[in-house]
């Protein structure tokens, strides 16, 4: 149990285009879904907190304008990397938080390449 | 604020042997840790948490993890190392009680299992 999807698992895209990016959980409902974004080599960087039919948190330095992220269900939150430049290419992971043990389940992953 | 370090950037050990990858952690309160590994190009997979009880705790794989709080430590072990063991882990910390669920990283410690 505790299954978190992305999807994609890569996309490659053109300067200036905007990719969306879905995380769901699939088994459990999740309120609270956290975005984070790691580099080469690095540890991840938590980006925004995502709650369900509210406005997500995000962290200092984080762009809102540009980092779109809605969490429109229980089980679904997207994140949109509005006019993708090169700079934005990394590998975002989402996490899902089930409430009943407060813990984290993550996503696979997404390695955006902005061309 | 909570902060992880893993001194280590890399650890290396043979077939067979024990390993240990080290984790000392900072928090105001009382903390929730846990330790996660990473293959490349994938997520998090959970390991094992501490929240309280036996200092001792013990996950998947063969893994396991002290809880030390005289030394803010939290040390991931395991008796005797698999090559299939090789791959970046993550400590974490959450702060108990604090309303959020945040976790703070360490910047991972790639371990190598030599054949």
């Known amino acids: 149990g505790a299954v978190v999807s992305q999807h994609p698992s890569r996309v490659i895209c053109k300067s200036g285009t905007s990719v969306k990016i879905e995380c769901r959980s699939l088994?459990?409902?999740?309120?609270?879904m956290f975005w984070y974004r790691q580099f080469p080599k690095q540890s991840l960087m938590l980006m925004a907190t995502?709650?369900?039919?509210?406005?997500?948190?995000?962290e200092q330095g984080v762009e809102k304008d540009k980092f779109l992220i809605n969490h429109a269900s229980l089980t679904l939150s997207t994140l949109t990397v509005t006019s993708a430049h090169p700079e934005d290419s990394s590998f975002y992971i989402c996490?899902?938080?089930?409430?009943?043990?407060?813990?984290?389940?993550f996503g696979p992953g997404t390695r955006l390449t902005v061309t | 604020a909570q902060s992880v370090a893993q001194p280590e950037d890399q650890v290396n050990v043979a077939e067979g042997n024990p390993l240990t990858v080290k984790c000392t952690y900072s928090?105001?309160?009382?903390?929730?840790l846990f330790w996660y590994v990473q293959y490349p190009n994938r997520g998090l997979q959970f390991l094992l948490k501490?929240?309280?009880?036996?200092?001792l705790v013990k996950g998947s794989y063969g893994f396991e993890a002290e809880f030390n709080k005289s030394q803010t430590s939290f040390h991931l072990k395991k008796p005797s190392a698999l090559v299939s063991d090789s791959a970046l882990y993550f400590c974490?910390?959450?702060?108990?009680?604090?309303?959020?669920?945040?976790?703070?990283f360490g910047k991972g410690t790639k371990l190598s299992v030599i054949p």
């Open positions: 928090v105001s309160g009382n903390p929730y």
């Open positions: 995502s709650n369900e039919g509210s406005k997500a948190t995000y």
């Open positions: 501490y929240i309280t009880g036996d200092n």
């Open positions: 974490a910390v959450r702060e108990t009680g604090a309303g959020s669920y945040q976790l703070t």
């Open positions: 088994d459990f409902q999740a309120t609270t």
């Open positions: 996490s899902a938080l089930r409430h009943r043990i407060y813990e984290q389940y």
